[in-house]
């Protein structure tokens, strides 16, 4: 497999359809050329969590100067925290010639391709798809996350972002896990 010079990786796809197991999986692989963009917050660090590898913990007026000084290629405010990700980051895993990848709900994906593209990067967008609606709502179960009543919920939710997938480059059906990395790693390692 050769490697190609570093462009920018967005997985999406809804809720449940397998974002997180895939990027895993891809991960392991292929450590070597891939690496997941690391948020950076101002929310406070949960036990267990690292600074560096589950986010970059800031201090509020930091995260205020990463704004204004323009490194902040988005960020979003939840629940009173600040959420983001910066060129910093973006440029620390190009420097290491791997690909930067994204993992995102489909609004993130409208917003953040063109603010990527404008300062000048090359991107490549991958929407999962389920096999079938049968199959989401039992990932979403088995993932044990769900309370029954928020179900339904996510699944409309789901039929309406799958909506989007003909604003991506390439659409994966994520039928199983080896044949969703071989097509994702032909697609990626090919460009
Ligand atoms: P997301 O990050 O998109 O919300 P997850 O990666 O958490 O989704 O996966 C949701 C559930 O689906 C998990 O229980 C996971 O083990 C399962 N899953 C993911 N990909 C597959 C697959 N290809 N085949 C079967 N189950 C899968």
């Given at each position: 497999m050769t490697q190609n010079s570093p462009h920018i990786l967005i997985l999406s796809g809804p809720s449940g359809v397998g974002k997180t197991t895939v990027w895993e999986a891809l991960h392991t692989k292929h450590a070597d050329y891939l690496e997941k963009i690391v948020t950076t917050t101002t929310r406070t660090k949960r036990e267990g969590e690292e600074h560096g590898k589950h986010y970059y913990f800031l201090p509020r007026e930091d995260f205020q100067s990463g704004i204004d000084s323009g490194d902040m290629i988005e960020y979003a405010l939840v629940h009173g925290n600040y959420y983001g990700s910066t060129f910093q980051e973006l440029e620390r895993i190009v420097k290491l010639g791997k690909h930067p990848l994204y993992i995102v709900d489909p609004q993130g994906m409208v917003h953040l391709k063109p603010l990527l593209e404008h300062r000048g990067y090359t991107v490549q967008t991958f929407f999962l798809l389920p096999p079938s609606i049968d199959e989401l709502r039992l990932r979403l179960s088995g993932r044990g996350t769900e309370q029954s009543d928020h179900m339904e919920l996510r699944l409309a939710n789901a039929l309406m972002e799958m909506e989007?997938?003909?604003?991506?480059d390439h659409k994966i059906i994520n039928t199983t896990l080896e044949e969703t990395l071989e097509t994702l790693a032909t697609i990626i390692f090919s460009k």
């Open positions: 989007e997938q003909d604003f991506y």
